[in-house]
């Protein structure tokens, strides 16, 4: 029976690691197989999409999924059905997973210029999925998440809450070597010039990336960390774009820089603040209408799903969420029996006259007891938590400031919170012929604001000569 079970391994490792990559047409190890890849894009994208949310702009939407699908149709796996998303992100990043499923945040359309540079970036990463990039990571990510498991701290089931540790894992797909970024970055051009679109904008776009100075915040990882070396690649671009245009002469490739812009005319830029903000160590939700203190130095990651706080070195975590239990009573037990933990004490408290239940437990973990204090508030028709957690040994040092947190959520009446609203992108039409300066000067733009508004303009130099009627990219105050 050993010999028999060791022979259907071998047999079936042979099978897999045998798979013909889709794009170069040779034979290659692979853990994972076609349909394996698939249900994992499955199963990923209704996480990713409650994580992170998705844009609420049915019209673009629909012309991001468009212009994919056009590409799509023409690449190495036409047959593969993909989904496209514009994620409610402010983070300048796209990406992919396994199976066809590419998401593009509203954070990049805000920095990028024209369609033709909307179709690199797609391309490229729809580029990872047809040469099997994503699932090859995957692998990775599975034998990464292995070694998390028995190596970490956080007992089965904690990491729903922290959203880090799986965060972590799920995330190292999206860092490619060397070699699959230059492969995507030559699908990227070859699909968009398949399609009718300079791919020369692609490379103009990095120009872009290699001037900004880093994430944006929000939760995911941003396009210079997981596409890096951005100035080496505009010349690389610029050479694979002659190359593949010269394969169709004759032939006419478009920007169609004012079509882009006009569909991304009222984007929101940076973060919403309706979906929560932090200022002067306070929490404030304008659409739920509460807040609540946070720490100083503690990083806040706002993310759709929860908002995550964590110490610079990591050590202790709260997270902060919506539950479905219909009571705080209800939500607790729930708690302490789906993560079998050790009641240390639990008693109802009042939260600025709201019913709640106070939690401390412990739960033993390979590495030793982690040691938390819970929250369950009930406000008005919902159930909030908060948890906190670190390493036992450390859990006094932390433990008044949860309780300064957990017990400071009340509800928002400040009218200048609620009204808080995003700044949004606004396109405007050049007067006159004039410089890029003095035409931001002309829309009310002055001081360090005009280096970012060039930014988003391509990264335009001040003093680039601008003529009458072009478009432009502001950032409308939304305070």
Partial sequence: MKKQIISLIA????????AVNPVTGKREFMLISE??????????????????????DAKLQKYVDDLGQRMVRISHRSDLKFEIKVMDSPVVNAFAVPGGYLYITRGILAYLNSEAELAGV????????TARHSAQQQSKAQLAQIGMAAGSIFVEGFDQY?????????MLFLKFGRDDERQSDRLGVEYSTKVGYDAHEMAGFFNVLNALSGGTGGGLPDFLSTHPNPADRVVTVNKLADKEQNKYKGKTYVANRDKYLNQINGIIFGNDPQQGFVENNVFYHPGLKFQFPTPADWTVNNLPSQVQMVTKDEQAIMVFKLETSDSETQ???????????????????????ARAQEVIATANTQQGVLQLMAYFIKKGSNVYSFMGYSAQASYASYANTFKTTMSGLKTLTDRSKLNRQPDRIRVRKVASGTTLENALKSFGISGDNLQKHALINGAMALN????????????????
């Fill in 464 to 479: 680039t000569q601008v003529k009458k009627g072009m478009l432009l990219k502001t950032i409308e105050d939304g305070k």
């Fill in 162 to 170: 922290s959203g880090l540790a799986g965060q972590a894992v799920g």
């Fill in 122 to 129: 797609m391309g490229h990463e729809i580029g990872h999925v």
């Fill in 11 to 18: 047999i079936i490792t042979f099978v897999i690691s045998c």
């Fill in 35 to 56: 349909q394996d890849e698939i249900k994992m894009g499955r199963e990923y994208d209704p996480q990713i999409t409650q994580m992170y949310g998705v844009y609420d």
């Fill in 331 to 353: 939500a607790a037990s729930k708690f302490v029996s789906d993560n079998k933990l050790t009641v240390v004490s639990q008693k109802s408290v009042t939260v600025h006259g």
